[in-house]
């Protein structure tokens, strides 16, 4: 009678063990796996950031009358970003231990510049454009696109113009012009959140 009893009880305990050992070599896989994926991503992150050389603030960039001829172009190999354009290196600013930032130039009418924080694990903490984007070659204006980020990682983006009449040969007519600033002002966080607010315009700025 005994024997009866102890049987499916330690039926029970073998079959438990085998489940227990099943889940265990379940969760080593996953872990595994978790890790590889992890190494992969940082492998890959520190060959993309490598491309960029460290930069220092205050930065400034004007994006349509810099000389960005001598930029080099990003290696799609080494390429992280999500983005398809064609993209140029300009630098790398350390915001702490943790997180960096990247600066990239994107072509189009004027070097966009592209700003994205990382987590220094390879994860993308954040990606913004830092240009009003307004400028073109239109007759009677002059433009400026503008990027600043400063020492305590301030960021100011603004789009200055100026309009004014011409005469039948194309000439500025003197005291006709207008002055107008479109801009954003934020920062990059402790935590490489790419802070920015909306677009404030003025008219005839000082």
Sequence with gaps: MMRKILFPIIALILLSSCKSESKERENTLASNKTTSKASKLTEQYNLFVDQFPIIETPIKIKACDDDFSEFIQLNDTNNILDREEFNYIYGKIKINEEYIAVITLEEAECFMPILTTFKITGEIVNSKELMIGRCGPD??????????????????????????????????????????????TGKITKEGIIELTNEVKKQNPD
């Design 139 to 184: 007759p009677c204006f002059e433009c400026e696109e503008l990027m600043e980020i400063d020492n305590d990682l301030n960021i100011y983006v603004a789009f200055n113009s100026r309009y004014f009449n011409c005469d039948e040969n194309g000439n500025e007519i003197v005291g006709t012009d207008k002055k107008e600033v479109i801009y954003k």
